[in-house]
């Protein structure tokens, strides 16, 4: 075991002192670490006993170091790995080698010229759900955002009709396995019961009959010998540039249920979050209509203020508020320096609310990225990660956002019901309901 003395460790909690707090981190993650950031200028060590530390930090240097100066000594923790028990070993939880020759066999089929071949399977999804939007003082737009982006990204993975009752059991079967995941994380100690609750084997079982639900389509498709142009035909054809060698397709499954696990919630939230901001900022609103004049639905990626309107949302509500990696060996950086072992936790949602870099940081204000183009880039902003293992699927969700943002808001008029939505941050940063009230445009 290492020596702890020999390391520089952020200031921050004892063991006991972690435990005490942990009640209050579980109740609330985002309100606990915002007022440890204060009291430890942005950057603070919690203990998990067995000089096993863990570093939450939204010191930008710090992040850059991690997740791109020195990505290599850094894996994705336990965490990763509990989830990767239901949701297979696809390139989201694996590491090293394994994880670089998948990510480079994928890769292209998220390049820009290939999500052409996929936005008019967007267009018309989205143009097909919003059909059956509903109006009304109070609506509870996140289920039905959710629904969408869940269709937009089923229908891109599987450019099939599928039932109606086989997207509402994939459905369900992914939100109870993300249920089962955050209290599996959350609250340790239920684990001892798992022998008497089941509740483990149960959610194994749920994991195993998505895999057979995928495995028919798979089978499926090689009888028919045809092209779907979708996500699944692109898997199944990628091959590993070295070896010339195609994924295995149990491989191909795991590929699939990763790119649904953080491909539709994320999307979801980022989307739901923005129609309350544009809601509460009638101004910001009516700028962004504007800038759909004159423009169609393929002029979408080229119109800044709606770009600049997405990264502003996801500055306030980073869908990723956080994620974790694990140091592979000793590292230093800075003041700081600590064992292997160590688990970093990139805090940054509070990054993009920092006093200290964002003028008026509370405020939502597209402009601020209009009038520094660089900012969007810059080391201040991460809503999609960053370095080798940034997200894989950035370029697809701004695209759906922006399909999303132009056909709704040509659509509807959206002003607040005034109800504030609660943070919830589990895997990734929700609201609990976004109610507003929808009136459908006479157009
Ligand atoms: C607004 C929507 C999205 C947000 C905010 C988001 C955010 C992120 C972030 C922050 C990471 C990096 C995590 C880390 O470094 O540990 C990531 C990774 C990933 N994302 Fe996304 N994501 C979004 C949409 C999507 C979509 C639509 C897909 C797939 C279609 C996708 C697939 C992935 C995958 C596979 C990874 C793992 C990449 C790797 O480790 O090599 N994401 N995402």
Avoid at 31 to 39: F, G, I, Q, S
Avoid at 295 to 322: F, Q, V
Wanted: charged letters at 20%; a positive charge.
């Amino acid at each position: 075991m290492s020596n702890p003395k020999k390391y520089r460790l952020p200031a921050g909690f004892s063991l006991l002192q972690t435990a005490i707090r942990s009640g209050t981190f579980l109740k609330d993650p985002i309100k606990a670490v915002v007022k440890n950031m204060t009291l430890f200028s942005g950057t603070y060590t919690a203990s998990l006993g067995l000089n096993r530390k863990i570093i939450i930090t939204q010191n930008p240097d710090l992040i850059n170091y991690i997740l791109k100066e020195n990505h290599k000594n850094y894996n994705k923790s336990a965490i990763a790995k509990s989830a990767s028990r239901f949701m297979g070993n696809g390139i989201l939880f694996s590491n090293g080698n394994f994880w670089l020759k998948q990510r480079r066999m994928i890769q292209p089929a998220f390049h820009k010229e290939k999500l052409q071949e996929l936005q008019s399977i967007m267009i018309k999804t989205i143009a097909k759900y919003l059909t059956a939007f509903p109006a009304g003082d109070r609506v509870d737009v996140y289920p039905l955002v959710h629904g969408l982006s869940f269709n937009v990204l089923l229908k891109s993975i599987f450019n099939i009709p599928l039932p109606p009752e086989i997207i509402t059991e994939i459905s369900e079967i992914f939100s109870d396995i993300q249920e089962f995941l955050i209290r599996d994380t959350n609250q340790p100690l239920s684990r001892l019961f798992y022998p008497l609750t089941g509740a483990k084997n149960v959610s194994l079982k749920k994991a195993n009959r998505l895999r057979e639900i995928i495995r028919g389509i798979i089978d499926q498709r090689k009888t028919e010998n045809k092209e779907n142009c979708d996500l699944l035909d692109m898997l199944l054809s990628c091959t590993d540039e070295n070896t010339g060698e195609k994924m295995s397709e149990e491989q191909v499954i795991d590929e699939v249920l990763i790119l649904i696990f953080a491909g539709h919630e994320t999307t979801a939230n980022t989307l739901s979050w923005l129609l309350y901001l544009l809601a509460c900022n009638q101004e910001v609103l009516e700028q962004l209509i504007a800038s759909f004049a004159g423009k169609n639905i393929g002029d979408c990626m080229s119109n800044e203020y709606l770009k600049a309107t997405i990264h502003e949302g996801m500055r306030l509500y980073p869908a990723a508020w956080m994620t974790e990696r694990v140091a592979v060996e000793d590292d230093q950086i800075g003041d700081f320096s600590f064992p292997a072992k160590t688990i970093i936790i990139p805090f940054f949602f509070g990054l993009h609310r920092d006093k200290n870099i964002w003028d008026d940081p509370l405020a939502f204000k597209p402009q601020r990225f209009i009038n520094d183009p660089k900012l969007a880039r810059s080391k201040y902003f991460f809503p999609f990660g960053a370095g080798p293992r940034m997200c894989i699927g950035n370029n697809f969700a701004m695209v759906e956002m922006c399909f999303f943002l132009y056909t709704f808001l040509k659509e509807f008029q959206i002003r607040p019901s005034g109800q504030v939505p609660a943070m919830k941050a589990l895997i990734t940063l929700r609201p609990d309901k976004v109610v507003l009230t929808i009136q459908k445009k006479s157009l």
